[in-house]
C-alpha cells in the first residue's frame, strides 16, 4: 500500500499529522501560511521592503540625483 504524502504549499517539506489548510491549500505551520499568503508581483518579488545587498551597493555606487 502506498500512502500519498501531503507537501507544504510553501516549502515543499512533508507534512507530519494534520497540516493547516487555506482554501485549496496546505501548509506545515502558520509561518509558511503567512509567507504564502503574502503578495508577490509579476517578476517574482514579494512586498519586503528591504533591498538585496547586490541592489543596496549600486545604489551607493549611483544614488540618485535631486
Known amino acids: 500500500m502506498s500512502?500519498?504524502?501531503?507537501?507544504?504549499a510553501y516549502c515543499?517539506?512533508?507534512?507530519e499529522g494534520e497540516g493547516?489548510?487555506?482554501g485549496p491549500r496546505v501548509y506545515c505551520c502558520e509561518a509558511c501560511v503567512f509567507?504564502?499568503?503574502r503578495s508577490v508581483d509579476c517578476a517574482g518579488r514579494s512586498?519586503?521592503?528591504q533591498a538585496?545587498?547586490?541592489e543596496e551597493m549600486e545604489y551607493?555606487?549611483?544614488p540618485?540625483?535631486?
Open 47 to 49: 512586498d519586503a521592503s
Open 52 to 54: 538585496s545587498l547586490k
Open 3 to 8: 500512502e500519498e504524502k501531503t507537501v507544504c
Open 12 to 15: 515543499g517539506d512533508v507534512i
Open 20 to 22: 493547516i489548510r487555506r
Open 35 to 37: 509567507e504564502g499568503s
Open 60 to 62: 551607493r555606487a549611483n
Open 64 to 66: 540618485p540625483i535631486s
